[in-house]
């Protein structure tokens, strides 16, 4: 009678042993599932962030971009302006320079030649 209840004790033994081994694996996949799926969120939380810091630089980039594109332009137009002008002023001088020696030949030559003159000694130094 004895190996009965034995045999009986073994097998009430086994059960719970299987049940509980059981209802282990049962909570070790549901908490693995709980953390693949947290993981999975994070990940996805994190890809959107990311995904919103590289618009928001591209759109800074290309912000930039644009002011310096807008800058380089009116620097280009003012420096056209700038020589447009020097270049009137040098035509101005040029044409009176011209009109001088036409009225006084003899002056221009020899303000040309004391020019000349002095130029030369202030070289050879």
């Known amino acids: 009678m004895n190996k009965p209840n034995e ?53 800074k980039a290309v912000h930039a971009a644009t002011l310096a594109s807008e800058k380089a332009a009116d620097v280009r137009e003012r420096s056209r302006e700038a020589y447009d002008e020097a270049m009137d002023h040098a035509d101005e001088w040029l044409s009176k320079a011209r009109e001088y020696v036409r009225e006084k030949p003899v002056q221009s030559v020899a303000i040309a030649l004391g020019a000349g003159w002095l130029l030369g000694r202030i070289l050879r130094r």
Do not use: F, N, Y
Request: glycine content about 8%; aromatic content about 0%.
């Open 7 to 59: 045999a009986h004790l073994e097998q009430a033994t086994e059960a719970s042993t299987s049940g509980r081994i059981e209802e282990g694996a049962e909570r070790i996949k549901h908490a693995t599932s709980s953390a693949v799926h947290g993981t999975k969120e994070a990940v996805a939380r994190a890809a959107d962030h990311v995904e919103e810091g590289l618009h928001r630089a591209t759109d």
